[in-house]
């Protein structure tokens, strides 16, 4: 039998605006919306402004799916890293609501004519 879909969620981001907002803020800043792995992760990919790209809208993604948004949340309670198959994959901070950590998440995306495209599943 296949999985049972709990909640999905998705976000478009237009990349010439989030490259001009990265531009904009030192590390420092830019620390308030990415982990210390995702800043390593990204350091490692062959884009790295496009794996931050992946991160931030996979973040909104999953807030979305989570019906809340980002509020009243830190944006590092959610993680997106790298997986082995070269897949991006969801983490969601231990800390964070209960029912969240229930979910087994899945992240796809896909880039066309200047904007990534993500979606997130939870099972």
Partial sequence: MGKTIKTIGCDILSL???YKIL???DEYVLGYLFTVNEF??????????????ICFSGKEAVS???GHGMSGR??????????K?????????QETRVAELNCFWELSWDLKDNFIY??????
């Fill in 16 to 18: 010439s605006r989030f």
């Fill in 23 to 25: 531009k904009s803020y």
């Fill in 40 to 53: 390593k992760a990204a350091k490692a990919s062959c884009n790295s402004k496009l794996f931050l790209a």
């Fill in 64 to 66: 979305k799916a989570l």
């Fill in 74 to 83: 830190s944006w590092n309670e959610i993680e997106i890293f790298p997986g």
């Fill in 85 to 93: 198959d070269g897949s991006a994959k969801v983490r969601i901070n």
């Fill in 118 to 123: 993500v979606l997130v599943n939870g099972f």
